[in-house]
């Protein structure tokens, strides 16, 4: 089991930053990959971004591609999420969660983060 806690989130208005801390659990959390998803009312989670065990990979969103940044400390078993340049449609809670590879889909994701909320002012 890992257990996975979300923080960092909270209210910016458009054009700040955030960056989202993800804190793995249990069992390491180095041997996962790691994903960040987004779920605003109304809506179905989608994906943000995914990275690999070692850093090496990196995918991301159309929307957020160049705006927002995933990185991971495995010495420390947290998994970041720069978010710049924030926009009013990027309000939703994020989700950090674990898996075998760096898929795109949540459901391949076995853990998951009980969620923080981001929101954007215009």
């Known amino acids: 089991q890992v257990q996975l806690v979300e923080s960092g989130g909270g209210l910016v208005q458009a054009g700040g930053s955030l960056r989202l801390s993800c804190a793995a659990s249990?069992?390491?959390?180095?041997?996962?990959?790691m994903g960040w998803f987004r779920q605003a009312p109304g809506k179905e989670r989608e994906f943000v971004t995914t990275?690999?065990?070692?850093?090496?990979?990196?995918y991301y969103a159309d929307s957020v591609k160049g705006r927002f940044t995933i990185s991971r400390d495995n010495s420390k078993n947290t998994v970041y999420l720069q978010m710049n340049n924030l926009k009013p449609e990027d309000t939703a809670v994020y989700y950090c969660?674990?898996?075998?590879?760096?898929?795109?889909?949540?459901?391949?994701?076995?853990?998951w983060g009980q969620g923080t909320q981001v929101t954007v002012s215009s």
């Open positions: 249990g069992r390491t959390g180095s041997m996962y990959a």
């Open positions: 990275i690999n065990r070692s850093a090496g990979s990196t």
């Open positions: 969660a674990a898996g075998s590879g760096i898929w795109r889909t949540a459901r391949a994701y076995d853990y």
